[in-house]
């Protein structure tokens, strides 16, 4: 029989709290790390906070949840769990000037598949990430960034990127603008949850520049 290999997992119980975010995202970033899966962590970090300030939202500040972490196949997977099964997080087509409803779009964005559970003692909302490189010309961690970024680009831009070739000009003008909205919209989103935006710029731009060092040149 063949033996059936050892599943990462971990689960932390905690209450919804806007305090709690940044020490579940601490826990996070330690979890993968040990894992050895550090090119999905800044996506998990950020599925983590979108859906624990759901529940906070949503489901009210105290509530208490969970959220677990496991690794199976090259594919992470997490969940938080809470317990009201009446309110549903909903995929909604944010507009440009909208202020919320950015949340479960970013997940949407950041994950390649989310979904809702049932129970009869709560819901379980769930995200699962592609913890291995893409296999693709230039593939890797930089060609699996970029192909999150056409996802979270494509729910900004609306018809902007469509009306145009992507190539010219004024496609390219486009696309810059939705990437624009959407680095505003992740600085204010750090604002409001008392993160340090120039620090988190600073240390983004650290970690693009670290990432392109370390990427292979041409053969």
Not at 16 to 30: F, G, T, W
Not at 180 to 186: E, G, K, N, Q, T
Request: charged share 25%; net charge negative.
């Amino acid at each position: 029989m063949e033996e059936v290999a050892h599943i990462p997992l971990w689960r932390v119980q905690f209450l919804a709290e806007p305090e709690e975010v940044s020490v579940l995202r601490a826990d996070v970033r330690a979890r993968l790390q040990e894992w050895g899966v550090q090119e999905v962590m800044d996506a998990a970090q950020l599925c983590v906070s979108e859906l624990v300030s759901n529940v906070i939202t949503h489901v009210g500040q105290g509530t208490p949840a969970s959220l677990v972490l496991s690794l199976r196949d090259a594919r992470l997977r997490v969940e938080v769990r809470d317990p009201d099964a009446r309110v549903l997080p909903t995929l909604v087509e944010a507009t440009e000037d909208a202020e919320n409803g950015r949340g479960i779009t970013l997940v949407d964005a950041l994950s390649d598949r989310w979904g809702v559970d049932l129970h009869r003692d709560g819901k379980v909302t769930w995200c699962e990430i592609a913890a291995a490189p893409v296999t693709a010309q230039g593939g890797g961690v930089g060609s699996t960034r970029v192909a999150r970024a056409e996802k979270m680009l494509s729910s900004y831009s609306g018809e902007r990127l469509s009306s145009a070739p992507r190539h010219s000009r004024i496609g390219a003008l486009a696309t810059e603008a939705a990437a624009i909205d959407l680095i505003s919209d992740l600085l204010h989103w750090l604002r409001a949850h008392g993160h340090d935006a120039d620090d988190i710029l600073d240390r983004a731009q650290t970690h693009f520049e670290a990432e392109l060092g370390a990427a292979p040149g041409p053969s």
